[in-house]
């Protein structure tokens, strides 16, 4: 098992650990049953009460699996919440499968103070990323989020096969996933008072495809009313790798691949829910096209012939028509969002170089959107336009290799995004870049163990408000800045404008010029105006059929 992976369960042992206390354990009454949790700290020491592992959904298992989410039955007697859960995923750099199929299960934290005592707190709902393949509920770690008065949740959803297989029909309509995250902000309207939360006050956040999904909550009938802000950390519903491109194609290849007869879609359903889970899982790796590339081969789908869908419409054009949910919304990227990719490349870039044409589709998420007379032309533009006429990648020019998929992936997608609901909402919309070089933890040598690779990688910026990545004690100025993404966190829950000093210096962006807020350190935080970050018009003349191309191709 690689070494980042280990390192995370152990981080997240010793950093989650149990408070020492005489004090009885806390308990609360909900609609459904009485829960008891446990006592923990957070990282300056504040009591908080968790409870990990309370049911939000039946078990999607044997008839349920491939089905929406049904909500939870009451039980007797009281619900040990001490245990989180994780789903089923299976760890595409080893083919090493954990989590259960029984997974839909929430953790709830709270204030210490308000357990006995409960009031109408903010609540924060925290989605998990990992390319919809990956990840768990308790990634966030709440020891970074409970030195503020509101109510914590972090939620699991189906993921991989499990969440976004879909038959483009009625039989499996897709985006289960995405039905479970509803299904658990059902679950807390219904139940958070009980826990000291205020139902009417309930902002959703996440990194990478938890920002990502909160972003589709705004494009979702299914959503509304559910939650009043979101937060979206480097992930947009426009990023190439959010929306499978054919995803039958895949359930069928899944099928062939399990011994399933290729039949009707109701055939395929029933054979692969009587296969194992562990079988269906360890197929993933079949669904790549050279290692871990392209990211998402499950992603969620633009439904159809579902009665209720979560998604009817292509994001792009949704945004363009304005049928957007009319809430605050806060997003992002980090300066080098790209070294989510390229620092496992670092050892493999001469033969990236050397196989560009025929890899590129897959690297940068368009081996279904261009047709294949005209991938060795596209890709040598692109060659061209970030690394010069006969340029190369290599160790030399890996910087430029990273800022091609940093804009490829999330700055271009980002601002496209941020200017579109900026001009159709009359709800603000506030953008910031992150730029911090100077933390003592770093996501890229999370990862590798290595401080060769430089950079301000994928989720830094997490490091601050989620904990995510979390190694090496914080400087004083990492703590200043751990306490800005608080603050700024704290008061957009609770009025809907963020602000990271307690002034009203970061402002919304407009839909012609982009309002920003460049984050350098905890004093250093500049906002700065462009007309465009990147220069955008380059991808959209390359003909890849998607957002405007796409639309125009289905009108």
Not at 188 to 211: C, E, H, L, R, W
Not at 416 to 425: W, Y
Not at 460 to 469: E, K, M, N, P, S
Not at 493 to 509: E, H, L, R, Y
């Amino acid at each position: 098992m690689p070494t980042f992976i280990v390192t995370f369960f152990v981080l997240y042992a010793s950093s989650n650990q149990v408070c020492s206390s005489n004090d009885a354990l806390p308990e609360i009454d909900t609609p459904l049953g009485r829960v008891r949790g446990l006592w923990k700290e957070s990282l300056d020491g504040r009591k908080f009460a968790a409870f990990e592992g309370v049911p939000y959904a039946k078990p999607p298992v044997g008839d349920l699996r491939f089905e929406e989410p049904h909500a939870a039955t009451p039980w007797t007697g009281t619900w040990l919440a001490d245990n989180p859960q994780t789903c089923t995923q299976i760890w595409i750099f080893t083919g090493d499968v954990i989590g259960e199929e029984d997974c839909l299960y929430l953790n709830v934290y709270v204030p210490a103070d308000f357990v006995n005592n409960p009031k109408k707190l903010e609540v924060v709902v925290s989605i998990h990323g990992g390319a919809f393949l990956l990840g768990q509920a308790h990634s966030a770690l709440p020891e970074f989020f409970m030195d503020k008065d509101f109510v914590l949740v972090t939620i699991n959803y189906r993921l991989g096969i499990f969440g976004f297989l879909s038959t483009e029909d009625g039989v499996i309509p897709g985006n289960n996933g995405m039905r479970d995250q509803v299904q658990a902000f059902k679950w807390i309207k219904d139940n958070i008072a009980s826990f000291g939360g205020n139902p009417n006050s309930v902002t959703i956040q996440g990194m990478s495809a938890g920002g990502t999904s909160v972003h589709f909550h705004y494009f979702s009938p299914l959503s509304k009313g559910l939650f009043h802000r979101g937060f979206s950390q480097s992930g947009t519903v426009l990023a190439p790798w959010t929306i499978t491109k054919n995803p039958l194609e895949n359930a069928k290849k899944l099928a062939v691949l399990v011994g399933c007869p290729e039949g009707s879609s109701k055939d395929i359903k029933k054979c692969l829910k009587e296969r194992p889970a562990q079988s269906l899982v360890k197929q993933m790796h079949h669904f790549f096209g050279y290692r871990t590339m392209p990211i998402s081969p499950f992603a969620p789908v633009v439904e159809k012939g579902s009665k209720e869908p979560f998604l009817d419409k292509e994001p792009f054009w949704l945004l363009q028509q304005g049928k957007v949910l009319d809430v605050p919304w806060v997003t992002s990227h980090t300066a080098d969002d790209g070294l989510m990719v390229s620092p496992f490349y670092w050892d493999e870039l001469d033969h990236i170089d050397q196989n560009w044409a025929q890899l590129s589709p897959y690297f940068l998420d368009y081996n279904h959107t261009l047709p294949e007379s005209r991938r060795v032309g596209v890709s040598r533009e692109i060659l061209e336009h970030y690394f010069g006429p006969g340029g190369k990648i290599n160790k030399e020019t890996f910087p430029k290799f990273t800022q091609m998929l940093t804009d490829r992936y999330f700055a271009i997608p980002g601002e496209m995004a941020a200017k579109m609901q900026a001009n159709v909402s009359k709800s603000s919309v506030y953008y910031y870049i992150f730029s911090y070089k100077e933390g003592v933890n770093k996501a890229v040598e999370f990862f590798t163990n290595s401080t060769e690779i430089k950079g301000v990688g994928h989720g830094d910026d997490c490091i601050y408000l989620q904990g995510l990545f979390y190694k090496k004690p914080f400087s004083e100025q990492d703590k200043r800045l751990k306490n800005a993404f608080q603050n700024m966190l704290y008061e957009f829950a609770s009025t809907g404008i963020p602000s990271f000093d307690g002034t009203n210096k970061w402002q919304p962006t407009g839909p012609e010029e982009l309002t920003f807020l460049n984050v350098t350190g905890p004093e250093k935080m500049k906002l700065q105006k462009t007309k465009s970050l990147i220069r955008s018009d380059f991808w959209s003349k390359l003909g890849l059929l998607e957002n405007q191309n796409a639309i125009n191709v289905n009108l």
